[in-house]
């Protein structure tokens, strides 16, 4: 898809938005649940986002347009399905957070997240939910997972 100068939009798929949550992340926060996950992990609760095309679609700008107005505390958590699938437009949507505090919900380890991601974000809780390992916490749902504070 093109914008009106003739460049290139890229589109991001997102599986749905919270707005006020207190469960994904400290502080009062928007979530963004974006589509796609090949990763699978078994008792998943947000199966339905594994597929990357069952969202809505939005240029970045779009959806930074969509939230902004819903977000005055700039707090925003990334989760999905998995975020990490869409990274290239994930990165281009936080270049847009100026003076956000972002987070990042994967079940990748920190290791494979991009730099240029991992820089701008407040924490981020790594690590596949595995279900023998479900456990009542904060902000995840197996003890494997980590919530590492980044800044």
Same mark, same amino acid.
């Given at each position: 898809?093109?914008?009106?100068?003739?460049?290139?939009?890229?589109?991001?798929?997102?599986?749905?938005?919270?707005?006020?949550?207190?469960?994904?992340?400290?502080?009062?926060?928007?979530?963004?649940?974006?589509?796609?996950?090949?990763?699978?992990?078994?008792?998943?609760?947000?199966?339905?986002?594994?597929?990357?095309?069952?969202?809505?679609?939005?240029?970045?700008?779009?959806?930074?347009?969509?939230?902004?107005?819903?977000?005055?505390?700039?707090?925003?958590?990334?989760?999905?399905?998995?975020?990490?699938?869409?990274?290239?437009?994930?990165?281009?949507?936080?270049?847009?957070?100026?003076?956000?505090?972002?987070?990042?919900?994967?079940?990748?380890? #920190?290791?494979?997240?991009?730099?240029?991601?991992?820089?701008?974000?407040?924490?981020?809780?790594?690590?596949?939910?595995?279900?023998?390992?479900?456990?009542?916490?904060?902000?995840?749902?197996?003890?494997?997972?980590?919530? #590492?504070?980044?800044?």
């Amino acid at each position: 898809m093109l914008n009106k100068k003739g460049e290139k939009m890229d589109s991001i798929y997102v599986a749905g938005i919270v707005y006020g949550s207190m469960l994904d992340g400290p502080g009062l926060r928007t979530v963004i649940f974006l589509c796609g996950c090949s990763v699978g992990c078994p008792g998943c609760h947000n199966k339905e986002y594994w597929n990357k095309f069952n969202g809505k679609k939005y240029s970045v700008k779009e959806l930074y347009n969509e939230i902004l107005p819903f977000t005055p505390q700039k707090k925003i958590t990334f989760s999905g399905g998995e975020p990490l699938e869409q990274k290239k437009e994930l990165k281009k949507f936080i270049n847009l957070c100026v003076d956000f505090d972002l987070g990042l919900y994967t079940s990748y380890e #920190i290791d494979y997240i991009d730099k240029d991601i991992l820089s701008k974000l407040s924490f981020v809780k790594t690590g596949k939910f595995m279900k023998n390992l479900a456990i009542k916490n904060e902000y995840y749902g197996s003890s494997n997972q980590k919530l #590492i504070y980044l800044q």
